[in-house]
């Protein structure tokens, strides 16, 4: 009976240890200077804090964010994307939350990872921080869940929850 008890404890220690091996993420290979920052991201287990300064490798996802060439609604579908990315790179976390300005704060670097999905000098980004639409009103962003965001612009008249107001909804 004791010989039993012991093979199951062993057993089931060999199974957990294979558990945790198999479930923590694969460390990340060193990389070069030309790597974007979603193949820089850490183990979100680490315990080292991130660095104070600033990523200096900057997404390019926003390049077309407010560009003549689009509309509002391919501005909001891209902002959707970079929120999107933000949530898939840092797995556990879900989408960034908080104000206008807080949200941005995250996108562009102010997050565990350092890792910036928008660059923090973006012209779509007031000098509050916070993120604008084509007519330079700050986006409201209202998280529905962890995982759905719906994002707002004021539309051309610059006043929230009028008749001209754009929405995207997850």
């Given at each position: 009976?004791k ?22 993420p ?5 990389s ?7 193949s820089k991201?850490?183990n979100?287990k ?6 104070a300064?600033?990523?200096t490798?900057l ?5 077309d ?8 609604r ?8 970079i929120?999107?990315t ?10 960034p939350?908080g104000t ?7 996108l562009?670097?102010?997050?565990k990872?350092?890792?910036a ?8 980004i007031?000098?509050?921080?916070e ?9 409201f962003f ?16 610059k006043k929230?929850?009028t ?8």
């Open positions: 009976m010989r039993a008890l012991l093979a199951l404890s062993a057993i089931a220690l060999v199974a957990f240890l294979a558990w945790q091996f198999l479930r923590s694969d460390p990340q290979p060193a070069d200077a030309t790597a974007t920052p979603q991201i850490e979100p680490s315990k080292i804090p991130p660095s300064t600033a990523p490798e997404s390019d996802l926003a390049q964010l407010n560009s003549p060439a689009t509309d509002i391919a501005d909001l579908r891209l902002v959707s994307g929120i999107e933000f949530r898939t790179n840092f797995l556990q976390s879900g989408n939350v206008n300005a807080e949200i941005t704060a995250a562009t670097g102010k997050n990872f350092a890792s999905f928008l660059p923090p000098k973006h012209p779509a007031n000098r509050a921080g993120l604008c639409d084509r007519w330079g009103t700050p986006f209202h998280a529905e869940s962890a995982t759905k965001m719906e994002i707002r612009s004021a539309g051309p008249d929230m929850w008749d001209d107001d754009v929405v995207l909804s997850p």
